[in-house]
């Protein structure tokens, strides 16, 4: 079930303030009397709280990794997941309303990585959290769950790092900038102020298809769909020998849905704010070189994890970021031929890996 709770004024990297935050969160178990079983998994960048079912009738996004007699047994652990700041899913962002009684919209600040820690350090304080068993996230949640040992290793004791990396590449904030401006050239943008009209839908749908084409291998796409046509009538040929054809590819039809999906439940300005935190994600900024920023968790249990077929970010990264770490860490493989999203889609070896490295006591 989604929980709230205020956690009053939030101070930015970037500067100001958020001037009162609510944090929408969903927890599983029961926090013991010292407030040391809690593990924290951390949401990728559409992704919601609802990690596992729990009482609801709704699947979880690694359903099967969180729940009673799980890889992540709810009857030993407490477990949580926030919502980020500047989400979409009941934390303050861009379409929550301000203190003059009208959504944020392009008032909404910046906010980085470090900001939704902040946030979260002072939702776990709520919670009466007095440290992280462990603090697991895939993909943007990596990011995060990263953050969170760097910036509170005495209170993190585990960490797991999936499908992620210390910095953003060029590449990839390639990616992400073409996915902000096809939603800032939407003509329904309305420069951010757009909840009393019509949502800029066709540009958010246009980033959703942008960032899939990011979260899936050519293999895959390859084998599942390759050049077929989608059975609507036409045919590979009509699909592209004139627009009275009515044909298209499969491929297309896929992204299609993928589009629609996600515009039915995804604010577009928080699509915004997240990806912009997840372009300014750098571990080094104003820590000196990776393995100086790094040396602070020395006395935090690692897991780094990549997807083989991961275009997305590369098991190179994840490579480097373990060869940083002040332990031996031997980066974990997750076989997939999917790509990216082999992290959300094999949960089996995901909960392989972790097992074998924090929940096998």
């Excluded at 820590?287 to 968790?297: I, Q, S």
Aim: proline share 3%; with cysteine.
């Amino acid at each position: 079930m989604l929980r709230s709770i205020q956690i009053g004024a939030l101070p930015l990297e970037a500067g100001g303030e958020l001037p009162s935050v609510t944090m929408a969160f969903e927890c599983w178990g029961t926090l013991n009397a010292a407030g040391d079983n809690a593990v924290l998994i951390q949401h990728a960048l559409t992704g919601s709280t609802h990690v596992s079912r729990g009482d609801s009738e709704e699947d979880g996004w690694w359903e099967g990794l969180v729940g009673p007699g799980e890889v992540i047994d709810t009857n030993k652990y407490f477990v949580v997941c926030a919502n980020m700041i500047g989400g979409c899913y009941g934390t303050t962002g861009p379409s929550s309303i301000a203190a003059d009684g009208k959504p944020y919209g392009s008032r909404f600040p910046f906010i980085t990585i470090r900001d939704s820690v902040e946030a979260e350090a002072l939702l776990a304080e709520k919670l009466g959290i007095a440290s992280w068993f462990a603090v697991i996230g895939g993909s943007m949640g990596g990011a995060r769950a990263l953050e969170w040992a760097l910036m509170y290793p005495d209170r993190v004791r585990r960490c797991a790092v999936v499908a992620s990396c210390a910095a953003s590449t060029a590449e990839q904030i390639a990616f992400a900038q073409a996915q902000v401006l096809a939603i800032r050239q939407d003509p329904h943008f309305a420069g951010g102020d757009y909840y009393d009209g019509a949502a800029p839908t066709t540009g958010l749908g246009l980033a959703r298809r942008i960032a899939h084409i990011t979260y899936r291998s050519e293999a895959d796409m390859g084998q599942r769909f390759g050049r077929k046509a989608q059975d609507d009538g036409g045919t590979i040929s009509h699909a592209r020998l004139g627009p009275d054809s009515g044909g298209r590819f499969a491929i297309e039809s896929y992204l299609d849905h993928q589009a629609h999906k996600l515009v039915g439940r995804f604010d577009a300005n928080s699509y915004i704010v997240i990806t912009e935190a997840l372009m300014s994600h750098d571990v080094t900024r104003g820590r000196g070189t990776l393995e100086e920023a790094l040396a602070v968790t020395e006395n935090v249990q690692f897991l780094v994890a990549a997807v083989n077929s991961d275009r997305l970010y590369f098991p190179v990264q994840s490579q480097e970021l373990a060869a940083a770490l002040p332990a031996d860490v031997v980066v974990g493989t997750i076989d997939s031929d999917i790509g990216h999203d082999g992290f959300l889609t094999e949960v089996a070896a995901v909960g392989a890996l972790l097992k074998d490295a924090f929940f096998s006591e």
